[in-house]
């Protein structure tokens, strides 16, 4: 940011107008975001705790066209999004990455190969590229060494894409940015003002700590997520919006003790469901869950002990002489997906995932929908807000993600960070490497030079913000990210301006935050 944040407040309680407000720092809100500021749009975006805090970065990471979602009949649906996913991939390449997945088929069980090769050749002609394949068991185990071969009888192996899903909300955010708008964490979204015949005439806004800010804007876009429909209620709606929030939990294991380079997919016994073991930042993960989530959802969600249960039985089931146990975990993480339900009393698996819109005169409410289709939901989002005047949007086929110049004085011999680094920090990168030696936290590929560039540059408030959603050591290592906190202190604390009270502080709040909700302990140690 070329301003501190407080200059930015200051700035918003003098009189600020925009013309467009989006409340929500997910991946909705940060694409909203991103295609307004690049049509010059005035362009204000506040969350109420930080960028991804919620479903954005608790999603599976990947960015797909959705096979299940084919094989229910959502033709449109999966056609979108394998064109999205092929569009960030050439965009954004090390921050979408394509990742082989891999579907062992066995013998009298569901789904046969010959229906699934069928189902890939609809899937690869949608997306208009063929990554299908069918191997022999052998074949098979020289992909995925371990993998359960009673009864195996052939695998279909097809691409689809990974990202790391915080990362690419703050790439989304650093974007918009560039492009004008102004976005800030930790401020809620406190009313919304109506004139005298029901239109939005402003909201306010309250920073975490401060008064609130009164902002003029004729045009509001509530994309909260799972607390869309709370925002909505604010309005003369007609067809209010109906959340079903569904909690999807994951299981992070050190990759050592559940080794795979791709996805590998089973369809669980106990319900039928698709449940994967897939690569991630140096980690291995199974996911995920799809339960009904009862908490209260300004809390952290957490994994429950049957979700644990669910998940290390896909992992015995498919990989029996690994004998991978609770105890294994590095941490875990649990999503709440806001799900637009009819509420016709579905199984959580049968719901729709396609999202909602609606228009309260000037206030647009967005909910549902995939991480990989966010562009298309941002831009009907702003067109629904301003009208249906398509003049005010830019070319659809702009760029969503600039690009990372090649800079020969990056003197980075690791390939693959260097390219991860590019996709993370785009045409910022250069600017985040400058001056800094290239030093990475041990056991990661991450750089300390990432975490400083955080400090400075990405609204770090707590230190969860950098160690779960800026960074994700606090998920890769164990327990989460600990033993850093010497170095983090000696190298951190000073960017970020805080005392050695608000330091200890933030860890203790931290560690409290992490054992709750990211550690198995939240299952009760299971």
Same mark, same amino acid.
């Given at each position: 940011?070329?301003?501190?944040?407080?200059?930015?407040?200051?700035?918003?309680?003098?009189?600020?107008?925009?013309?467009?407000?989006?409340?929500?720092?997910?991946?909705?809100?940060?694409?909203?975001a991103?295609?307004?500021?690049?049509?010059?749009?005035?362009t204000?975006?506040?969350?109420?705790?930080?960028?991804?805090?919620?479903?954005?970065?608790?999603?599976?990471?990947?960015?797909?066209?959705?096979l299940?979602?084919?094989?229910?009949?959502?033709?449109?649906?999966?056609?979108?999004?394998?064109?999205?996913?092929?569009?960030?991939?050439?965009?954004?390449?090390?921050?979408?990455?394509?990742?082989?997945?891999?579907?062992?088929h066995?013998?009298?069980k569901?789904?046969g190969?010959?229906i699934?090769?069928?189902?890939l050749?609809?899937?690869?002609?949608l997306?208009?590229?063929?990554?299908?394949?069918?191997?022999?068991?052998?074949?098979?185990?020289?992909?995925?060494p371990?993998?359960?071969?009673?009864?195996?009888?052939?695998?279909?192996?097809?691409?689809?894409?990974?990202?790391d899903?915080?990362?690419?909300?703050?790439?989304?955010?650093?974007?918009?940015?560039?492009?004008?708008a102004? %976005? $800030?964490?930790?401020?809620a979204?406190?009313?919304?003002?109506?004139?005298?015949?029901?239109?939005?005439s402003?909201?306010?806004?309250?920073?975490?700590?401060e008064?609130p800010?009164?902002?003029?804007?004729?045009?509001?876009?509530?994309?909260?997520?799972?607390?869309?429909?709370?925002?909505?209620?604010?309005?003369?709606?007609d067809?209010?919006?109906h959340?079903?929030?569904?909690r999807g939990?994951?299981l992070?294991?050190?990759w050592?003790?559940?080794?795979?380079?791709c996805?590998?997919?089973?369809l669980?016994?106990?319900?039928?469901?698709?449940?994967?073991?897939?690569?991630?930042?140096g980690?291995?993960? $199974?996911?995920t869950?799809d339960?009904?989530?009862?908490?209260?959802l300004? $809390?952290?969600?957490s994994?429950?002990?049957?979700?644990?249960?669910?998940?290390?039985?896909?992992?015995?089931?498919?990989?029996?002489?690994?004998?991978?146990?609770?105890?294994d975990?590095?941490s875990?993480w649990?999503?709440?997906?806001?799900?637009?339900?009819?509420?016709?009393g579905k199984?959580?698996?049968?719901?729709?995932?396609?999202?909602?819109?609606?228009?309260d005169k000037?206030l647009?409410?967005?909910?549902?929908?995939?991480?990989?289709t966010?562009?298309?939901?941002?831009?009907?989002?702003?067109?629904?807000v301003?009208?249906?005047?398509?003049?005010?949007?830019?070319?659809?086929?702009?760029?969503?993600?600039s690009?990372?110049?090649?800079?020969?004085?990056?003197?980075?011999?690791?390939?693959?960070?260097?390219s991860?680094?590019?996709?993370?920090?785009?045409?910022?990168l250069?600017?985040?490497?400058?001056?800094?030696?290239?030093?990475?936290?041990?056991?990661?590929?991450?750089?300390?030079?990432?975490l400083?560039?955080a %400090?400075?540059?990405?609204?770090?408030?707590?230190?969860?913000?950098?160690l779960l959603?800026?960074?994700?050591?606090g998920?890769?290592?164990?327990?989460?990210?600990?033993?850093?906190?010497?170095?983090?202190h000696?190298? %951190?604390?000073?960017?970020?301006?805080?005392?050695?009270?608000?330091?200890?502080?933030?860890?203790?709040?931290y560690?409290?935050?992490?054992?709750?909700?990211?550690?198995?302990?939240?299952?009760?140690?299971?």
């Amino acid at each position: 940011m070329d301003k501190t944040r407080q200059e930015v407040l200051t700035e918003l309680r003098s009189n600020a107008q925009f013309d467009v407000v989006i409340v929500g720092g997910g991946i909705t809100g940060a694409g909203a975001a991103r295609e307004a500021a690049g049509s010059g749009l005035r362009t204000l975006l506040v969350e109420q705790k930080d960028f991804a805090w919620g479903t954005s970065s608790r999603s599976s990471k990947m960015v797909h066209g959705g096979l299940r979602y084919l094989g229910s009949g959502h033709i449109g649906l999966t056609r979108q999004a394998v064109r999205e996913r092929q569009r960030m991939m050439e965009e954004a390449p090390g921050l979408v990455e394509p990742l082989p997945f891999l579907m062992p088929h066995f013998k009298g069980k569901f789904p046969g190969p010959r229906i699934f090769q069928v189902l890939l050749a609809v899937y690869d002609k949608l997306a208009g590229v063929r990554t299908r394949e069918k191997l022999t068991p052998g074949e098979t185990l020289q992909w995925v060494p371990g993998l359960v071969q009673n009864n195996l009888i052939a695998t279909s192996r097809f691409t689809d894409a990974l990202t790391d899903d915080a990362r690419l909300v703050q790439r989304l955010i650093s974007e918009a940015q560039t492009d004008g708008a102004t %976005c $800030l964490n930790y401020v809620a979204a406190s009313e919304i003002i109506r004139d005298e015949n029901g239109y939005v005439s402003g909201i306010n806004v309250t920073p975490e700590g401060e008064s609130p800010i009164h902002i003029q804007t004729k045009r509001v876009i509530n994309a909260t997520g799972a607390w869309a429909d709370r925002l909505q209620k604010q309005g003369p709606h007609d067809t209010p919006l109906h959340i079903r929030p569904l909690r999807g939990s994951h299981l992070v294991l050190p990759w050592q003790r559940l080794p795979v380079t791709c996805a590998v997919s089973l369809l669980h016994p106990e319900d039928g469901r698709p449940v994967f073991a897939f690569p991630w930042r140096g980690t291995t993960v $199974l996911g995920t869950t799809d339960l009904d989530h009862k908490g209260d959802l300004n $809390l952290e969600p957490s994994i429950t002990e049957a979700e644990v249960r669910y998940l290390l039985k896909v992992s015995s089931k498919l990989f029996p002489s690994s004998s991978v146990k609770a105890q294994d975990a590095l941490s875990s993480w649990a999503g709440v997906r806001p799900v637009v339900t009819s509420g016709e009393g579905k199984s959580p698996s049968k719901e729709n995932r396609e999202h909602a819109l609606r228009s309260d005169k000037g206030l647009v409410s967005v909910a549902g929908g995939k991480l990989t289709t966010f562009r298309q939901i941002a831009r009907e989002s702003l067109m629904a807000v301003f009208e249906g005047d398509k003049s005010v949007l830019r070319d659809e086929r702009a760029l969503v993600f600039s690009a990372s110049p090649d800079d020969p004085t990056i003197a980075l011999h690791n390939k693959l960070t260097l390219s991860r680094l590019k996709g993370f920090y785009g045409q910022h990168l250069t600017a985040m490497l400058a001056g800094k030696p290239y030093d990475y936290v041990a056991g990661t590929t991450t750089l300390w030079a990432e975490l400083e560039w955080a %400090c400075t540059q990405e609204q770090v408030i707590h230190l969860d913000d950098l160690l779960l959603r800026r960074t994700r050591l606090g998920l890769v290592l164990p327990n989460g990210a600990e033993a850093l906190f010497a170095e983090l202190h000696h190298r %951190c604390l000073p960017l970020l301006g805080w005392s050695e009270d608000q330091w200890q502080a933030e860890v203790d709040r931290y560690l409290t935050l992490y054992h709750q909700s990211y550690s198995l302990s939240a299952a009760g140690g299971v």
